[in-house]
């Protein structure tokens, strides 16, 4: 098969993002002064996280809301093979970045080695706090096959607005709802 016949989705081969059943709550406010703290607070632990206008508004387009909401308190993301072929390595490099007041803010790069994923099973990535989700999740993998080539995939996780209803789905590999992002053939 030529490369400009080549599928650009891995089918079958998808990452899930499962929430976790521990909910945290927070309220978001804001003063009419500029010069007041725009502000998330966490109900349980009392805690203000400062928030750039920018955030404050991104966070009130996605909940809809001045208010309060909740969401969960950690992600688990998993990399499900439901394809008929048993994966003999993945090695994943994944990192993330926001823009904070013009300036480019980025996470550390993690490499990760997965091997001996059989069809049908996966594979625990990545756990990280609700936190994470304000920032643009990147993630590159490189697929070696059993008996055949690898190929080089990606998915980007942008920002907690890209967790929208459409990709909800229940995966019966991991026993969990979870949003499914599909891997893009590099």
């Known amino acids: 098969m030529s490369e400009l016949s080549k599928p650009s989705r891995f089918s079958g081969l998808y990452a899930l993002l499962v929430p976790s059943k ?3 709550q ?12 725009i502000a998330l607070e966490q109900k349980e632990q009392k805690a203000v996280t400062p928030l750039t206008r920018a955030a ?15 969401t969960s308190a950690y992600y688990n993301l998993y990399l ?27 996470t550390n790069t993690v490499n990760r080695i997965f ?3 059989p069809s049908g099973t996966r594979i625990l990535m990545d756990q990280f706090d609700y936190g994470m989700l304000d920032m643009v999740l990147w993630h590159e993998l490189e697929l070696k ?4 080539d690898s190929f080089r995939a990606s998915f980007v996780i942008m920002k907690a607005y890209a967790l929208k209803k459409e990709i909800y789905v229940f995966s019966k590999i991991v026993g ?5 992002f599909d891997l893009e053939r590099e």
Do not use: C, P
């Open 26 to 37: 927070f309220n978001v406010y804001s003063g009419n002064e500029a010069s007041q703290v």
């Open 22 to 24: 521990e909910i945290v």
């Open 56 to 70: 404050l508004n991104s966070l009130r387009e996605y909940l809809q809301s001045d208010d309060s909401y909740e």
């Open 80 to 106: 499900v093979n439901e394809s008929k072929s048993s994966i003999s390595q993945v090695s994943v490099n994944m990192g993330g970045y926001e823009s904070y007041d013009d300036e480019l803010i980025q």
């Open 145 to 148: 096959f059993t008996g055949h």
């Open 176 to 180: 969990a709802w979870g949003y499914r």
């Open 115 to 117: 091997v001996n994923i």
